[in-house]
């Protein structure tokens, strides 16, 4: 399953290793040499200016228009999140 976080963007579930606060990007040293490192190879969706949640993947990082308590209320409302399984 999938999750929408705003501007026709889906994020697959088994994929996400966080939603974040945008202010993280401001608040954590090391979030900003994560950030910046894939800024470098292109590995970043989406607007930063008009981002309220950051989207944490292995390989990508999802800026949302969307605040990061409604993805997690999104999340929780679809039962397929807490039943995947380790082989997706």
């Known amino acids: 399953m999938y999750l929408h976080i705003g501007q026709d963007v889906l994020v697959a579930?088994?994929?996400i290793v966080g939603i974040?606060?945008?202010?993280?990007?401001?608040?954590?040293?090391?979030?900003?040499?994560?950030?910046?490192?894939l800024r470098q190879n292109n590995q970043i969706v989406g607007d930063a200016e008009?981002?309220?949640?950051v989207i944490v993947t292995p390989t990508h990082l999802y800026f949302?228009?969307?605040?990061?308590s409604t993805l997690w209320r999104r999340a929780e409302r679809d039962?397929?999140?807490?039943?995947?399984s380790d082989e997706d």
């Open 20 to 37: 974040f606060d945008r202010d993280l990007l401001e608040s954590s040293t090391d979030f900003r040499h994560y950030y910046h490192r």
């Open 13 to 15: 579930y088994q994929h």
């Open 64 to 68: 949302s228009p969307i605040s990061a």
């Open 50 to 53: 008009l981002a309220k949640s």
């Open 79 to 84: 039962p397929s999140v807490w039943l995947a």
